[in-house]
T-cell receptor, first 113, second 114 residues
Framework: DTEVTQTPKHLVMGMTNKKSLKCEQH?????MYWYKQKAKKPPELMFV???????INESVPSRFSPECPNSSLLNLHLHALQPEDSALYLC????????????FGPGTRLTVL | GENVEQHPSTLSVQEGDSAVIKCTYS??????FPWYKQELGKRPQLIID?????GEKKDQRIAVTLNKTAKHFSLHITETQPEDSAVYFC?????????????FGPGTRLSVLP
């Protein structure tokens, strides 16, 4: 299996809702990532997990809460989001060495009303 | 931290012509330089990458060159086809044993006109 999967594909939520995005990979990768991508912009790194521990947090607001329950799963918990948080949220995974490809999931398109 | 610039932001070529996209990076410690293609509504997909111990790499119609001294790398697509139309992102890696920090360039929108 050489794919990263993400659910849901689309999500619409209000500013008071709590929702979660899910990501899964079965390639044995020990690094997993969350990116945010706005229209016509490059992906922006949010979080990096290595060996299921948070290793990089790019100053992301606390309304985004990542979780890595095991080496195959990565979640992003959302609470009290703002309309400007509407974007495509991409998950990726890679081997830990610095010169390896990151494999991206298809993304979750999030709309905050 | 790493900073990646990319030019041009848009590029239109006739089918069959070549396309060249250039990126510069700031951190001399960066050692991995991937290129991703992203079609509308789809995920970024790796099309070619180059590591810092190599100056050039080719895969069929696609090639990448790296000049470490000047800190720039370029994507070359020959014999372009309409299906090459997409946004292309270069990236440089701030890598360590705790995972990679990909820093992406702003992207180039390539249009191949039939």
């Amino acid at each position: 299996d050489t794919e990263v999967t993400q659910t849901p594909k689309h999500l619409v939520m209000g500013m008071t809702n709590k929702k979660s995005l899910k990501c899964e990979q079965h390639m044995g990768h020990r690094a997993m990532y969350w990116y945010k991508q706005k229209a016509k912009k490059p992906p922006e790194l949010m979080f990096v997990y290595s060996y299921e521990k948070l290793s990089i947090n790019e100053s992301v607001p606390s309304r985004f809460s990542p979780e890595c329950p095991n080496s195959s799963l990565l979640n992003l918990h959302l609470h009290a989001l703002q309309p400007e948080d509407s974007a495509l949220y991409l998950c990726a995974s890679s081997q830990l060495a610095s010169d390896n490809e990151q494999f991206f999931g298809p993304g979750t398109r999030l709309t905050v009303l | 931290g790493e900073n990646v610039e990319q030019h041009p932001s848009t590029l239109s070529v006739q089918e069959g012509d070549s396309a060249v996209i250039k990126c510069t990076y700031s951190d001399s410690a960066s050692n991995y330089f991937p290129w991703y293609k992203q079609e509308l509504g789809k995920r970024p997909q790796l099309i070619i990458d180059i590591r810092s111990n190599v100056g050039e790499k080719k895969d069929q119609r696609i090639a990448v060159t790296l000049n470490k001294t000047a800190k720039h790398f370029s994507l070359h697509i020959t014999e372009t086809q309409p299906e090459d139309s997409a946004v292309y992102f270069c990236a440089a890696i701030e890598g360590n044993n705790y995972g990679q920090n990909f820093v992406f360039g702003p992207g180039t929108r390539l249009s191949v006109l039939p």
